[in-house]
């Protein structure tokens, strides 16, 4: 029995799913701003490499961009590195079409080869700075190649964890609830959430594979 002055059933109801409903919503934005605030951040990280590369090049003090003896790192690596990374980037984004049409096996399946892409790509980096032909503060360029790589390793293996963690979340959600309303509030809740998420992680690494065509360009094309 209701105690005395309180709602009705159905409206404490209604007010629960109006404040479920607020919350949901909050979080959706605060995903999509959270994705565009970390693509900012890391433009300002990646800048401040870019600005050493140029400033460093174009002072040479002593001639110590490149030093005495300098050998420049494997073009072999860097190329198959970046189109690794270009590889995987491509991939998740093409099927990702797939997924909003239902397919969610499709998507699965090219999500699972953009992360096996991108964890080559993260042990190719670690193989490549382990036998560097120069020693990371040996010049200029050493410096900003070995400090600036350091951590876009940890960038790419943050990345693909992420993505991982989508693939093990899709496993729980049915590929109709990304074409149909799910009957309930929740699983909506839950779809949705699933697709702001995936939506965050495609920008992050769509930047991420400009910011690696960029580098490579940087450490070994100029």
Known sequence: MAEPGSPPAAERLSREME???FYHEAGLNANWS???LAIGGLAFLY???VFSYFYLRSIDSNGRWHGSGFHPPSAGYGVLIMLLVLLSAGVQY???QRIKAGHKVDWQIGGAVA???GLAAVGLQIVELIYLPFFPASSGFSSVFVGFYAIFIAILLAMMIWLESL???SRFIPGIAFVEQPPTYAEAFTVQRFQANLSSFTALWNFTA???VLFWVL???I
């Open 167 to 169: 693939l093990a979340r």
């Open 19 to 21: 404040e479920a409903g």
């Open 210 to 212: 400009v910011m690696a």
């Open 34 to 36: 959270g994705s565009r």
């Open 47 to 49: 800048g401040a490499f």
């Open 219 to 221: 450490f070994y094309v």
């Open 115 to 117: 992360l096996l892409f």
């Open 94 to 96: 093409a099927v990702l």
